[in-house]
Every structure is written in structure tokens, then in C-alpha cells.
């Protein structure tokens, strides 16, 4: 990476999307708290503001001209905290549906287990690519949470569990693909271009 490159990412490590990041890392704990009181109103209020900064900050990246692979590992890290947190808060509020439908949240966790064992063993790293499918299945999710915990409706959850399963089987053919570590790695297509933009 270039030197201004190198001083671009050391001086934008404070800034707004970051900032938003941060916001949700630590709401996530403010979750689990509301999920142990048994709070679900309030619960679900804060997981839908947290979810509110998960599109502002990558909004406000490409506005701003704030992105940064620092930000990018940020942004995974909160979103992978505030899902466990969801995790969490989802066994601890509706342990009942969890029990009836043990698999699909087993199939959900088992996949995005391999997706972080694939980065970790080829690059040493847990995937930060923001595909579109993984953008796709979380938006799926969070309707999935906000029917389930309104009591609207149950199906949402089985479509955003195929789509999260869909979305790790992805990202570990992207981690295979790809020649080097990288984030922002739109689909497998894409990395398939690297990859033979690399052997080039």
C-alpha cells in the first residue's frame, strides 16, 4: 500500500461510520442487558436503532469518502456482536420457538462457522466482505426478528435462516477464491476475477 494510503487509514480511524460502528458494538451489551430484564419492547426498539446504524455508517462511508479496511473489520465485528446478542436475546425471550425450530438455528450458526474457520485457516483473519447477498440476508433477518418478536408472523424467520446458510456458503467460496485477503468483496464472481486477474 502506498505511503498516503497508509496515513489516509491511520488519520480515519475516528470518524463518522466508525463512530456508528462503535455505537452498535456497544448497544449490543445494552441488548443482552434488556434481554436478562426481560424487556422485550425495549429490546426490540434498540435492536432496530442499532440496525439503523449498520446502513448509516456504510451510507456515510461512500458519502464521506470514510471508507477504510479498519472500518470495514469494525463493521464486522459489531454486526457479528450484535447478532449474538440477537442470539442471545432470541433463547433468553423466545426459548419456546427456539426449541421448535433448533435446526434451522443450528444450520445458521454451523455455516457461519465454517465461513470464520475458512478465513481464519487461509488468511488468518474472520471474512469482512459485505457481499450483497450478506447485505440481503441481514436485512431478512431483521424483519425476520421484528415479525417474530411483534407477534406477526413466524415464516420470515425460516426465509432469513436459508438466506443466512446461502450467504455463509458463499463468503467460503469467496475465501477460496480470493488470492489475497481482502474486504468488500461484492459476490463470488468477483472474486473469481481476482482471482484470475492474479494469475495474470
Not at 480515519?12 to 458494538?25: E, F, G, H, Q, W
Not at 462457522?113 to 447485505?135: D, E, M, N
Not at 436485512?139 to 407477534?151: K, M, P, R, S, T
Request: proline content about 2%; overall charge neutral; some cysteine.
Amino acid at each position: 500500500m502506498p505511503m498516503a494510503a497508509e496515513q489516509r487509514e491511520e488519520g480515519s480511524i475516528v470518524n463518522v461510520p466508525n463512530t456508528l460502528c462503535a455505537i452498535r458494538l456497544l448497544g449490543s451489551f445494552v441488548l443482552v442487558y434488556l434481554a436478562l430484564i426481560q424487556r422485550e419492547t425495549a429490546f426490540i426498539w434498540t435492536f432496530v436503532f442499532l440496525v439503523a446504524t449498520d446502513w448509516m455508517d456504510g451510507k456515510l462511508a461512500i458519502l464521506l469518502d470514510q471508507r477504510t479496511k479498519f472500518g470495514a473489520r469494525l463493521d464486522s465485528a459489531a454486526d457479528a456482536t450484535l447478532y449474538a446478542a440477537l442470539l442471545f436475546g432470541v433463547c433468553w425471550l423466545k426459548w419456546d420457538f427456539l426449541l421448535e425450530n433448533f435446526t434451522w438455528i443450528v444450520l445458521g450458526l454451523l455455516s457461519y462457522a465454517v465461513t470464520c474457520l475458512a478465513g481464519l485457516v487461509k488468511f488468518g483473519r474472520i471474512p469482512s466482505y459485505h457481499s450483497y447477498a450478506a447485505k440481503a440476508s441481514w436485512h431478512l433477518v431483521n424483519i425476520a426478528v421484528v415479525c417474530l418478536f411483534a407477534g406477526w408472523a413466524e415464516w420470515p424467520v425460516f426465509v432469513a435462516a436459508v438466506a443466512v446458510v446461502l450467504t455463509n456458503i458463499e463468503a467460503t467460496g469467496i475465501t477460496f477464491a480470493l488470492p489475497e485477503w481482502d474486504v468488500d468483496v461484492r459476490s463470488f464472481v468477483h472474486a473469481r476475477r481476482r482471482q484470475a486477474e492474479h494469475r495474470q
